[in-house]
């Protein structure tokens, strides 16, 4: 079975960084896109920033200069650096793993979340 273990969020100041990292796990043979959504109280699940396996990447306009997403493709990792944090950055982010290929055929996974909360 493969699952997503997420770690690195908490709380900071605005304007602080934070990075998180997301890990998948089980019998992968590939993902075809890896990427990060957020969820803030009130509001849907939106994209933050997603990158596919040949490294393209697409970012939420609110996140574009303040955000990075990198990705470890033989360790089917994916990272978000979170710089200039915002108070709207606050949210549970949840890790997203697209088309990933095992041994139980092709899957979307999502991670359980971590929350982020950006407060003075």
């Known amino acids: 079975q493969v699952q997503l273990v997420e770690s690195g969020g908490g709380l900071v100041q605005p304007g602080g960084s934070l990075r998180l990292s997301c890990a998948a796990s089980?019998?992968?043979?590939?993902?075809?896109?890896m990427g990060w959504y957020r969820r803030a109280p009130g509001s849907q699940r939106e994209l933050v920033a997603a990158?596919?396996?040949?490294?393209?990447?697409n970012y939420a306009d609110s996140v574009k200069g303040r955000f990075t997403i990198s990705r470890d493709n033989a360790k089917n990792t994916v990272y978000l650096q979170m710089n200039s944090l915002k108070l709207e950055d606050t949210a549970v982010y949840y890790c997203?793993?697209?088309?990933?290929?095992?041994?139980?055929?092709?899957?979307?996974?999502w991670g359980q979340g971590t929350l982020v909360t950006v407060s003075s």
């Open positions: 089980g019998s992968i043979f590939s993902i075809y896109a």
């Open positions: 990158m596919a396996k040949g490294g393209s990447t």
């Open positions: 997203n793993a697209d088309r990933v290929v095992s041994e139980r055929g092709t899957q979307e996974v």
